[in-house]
């Protein structure tokens, strides 16, 4: 697989901005993708992009990607309690395949 | 089912017996996926299974995993000869079509082998 990379740990104040950031470095990648995982449960998708795009905005949750810098980040919109969680980074290395960062855990602080 | 479901969810072995861990998908999904969490990494994938064939098992680290999904539903993870090392969550996916990243994931079974 790819190497995905992620800052492990990020406070935040409830109601300002997170935004957490990722590396990734196979320039073929198709998709990337956000995934949320709190105490005890499976991996969700939050939101994925797909490579020729720069932005996607859904909700509370904006995408930005920078093909150059084989950079992505999440940006959520006035965090809330209910954010804290591990968020993790993901390239489709292929059709079936994810490589998966080793994730951001989010503490929101009141 | 309405999601995908793994038991047990928690299991705790001897170091050197024998595991199996289940993974139960949605109903009617085709595509199975066998992922490994171990503590403070992302997931790392197993194998990937369509229907009843597992068409890419690179990702098992050594021959003591198989995975077997015998009717092209329920999938089974065996382990043998556990190490300490195999310590892990041990995440199931499974997703209508091949699509990686369409796919939606179980809670998990977490393995210790003390």
């Known amino acids: 697989g790819e190497d995905v990379e992620q800052s492990l740990f990020l406070s935040v104040r409830e109601g300002d901005s997170s935004v957490i950031n990722c590396t990734y470095t196979?320039?073929?990648?198709?998709?990337l993708y956000w995934y949320k995982q709190e105490p005890g449960a499976g991996l969700q998708l939050l939101t994925y992009?797909?490579?020729?795009?720069d932005m996607k905005q859904d909700q509370r949750l904006t995408v930005l990607l920078n093909k150059k810098d084989k950079h992505l980040s999440l940006r959520i919109a006035d965090t809330q309690t209910g954010d804290s969680a591990i968020y993790f980074c993901?390239?489709?290395?292929?059709?079936?395949?994810?490589?998966f960062g080793a994730g951001t855990t989010v503490t929101v602080r009141a | 089912g309405a999601g995908v479901s793994q038991t047990p969810s928690n299991k705790v072995t001897e170091k050197g017996k024998y595991v199996e861990l289940r993974c139960d998908p949605i109903?009617?999904?085709?595509?199975l996926y066998w992922y490994r969490q171990s503590l403070g990494q992302g997931p790392e994938f197993l194998i990937y299974?369509?229907?009843?064939?597992?068409?890419?098992d690179s990702g098992l680290p050594n021959d003591r995993f198989f995975a077997v999904r015998p009717e092209g539903s329920v999938s089974t993870l065996k382990i043998q000869r556990t190490e300490r090392g195999d310590s892990a969550v041990y995440l199931c996916?499974?997703?209508?079509?091949?699509?990686?990243?369409?796919?939606?994931f179980g809670q998990g079974t977490r393995l210790t082998v003390v």
């Open positions: 299974f369509q229907g009843t064939g597992a068409a890419d």
């Open positions: 996916a499974s997703s209508l079509g091949r699509g990686a990243g369409k796919a939606f």
């Open positions: 109903s009617g999904h085709t595509a």
């Open positions: 992009i797909f490579s020729n795009m």
């Open positions: 993901a390239e489709r290395y292929n059709d079936y395949k994810l490589s």
């Open positions: 196979d320039s073929s990648s198709t998709y």
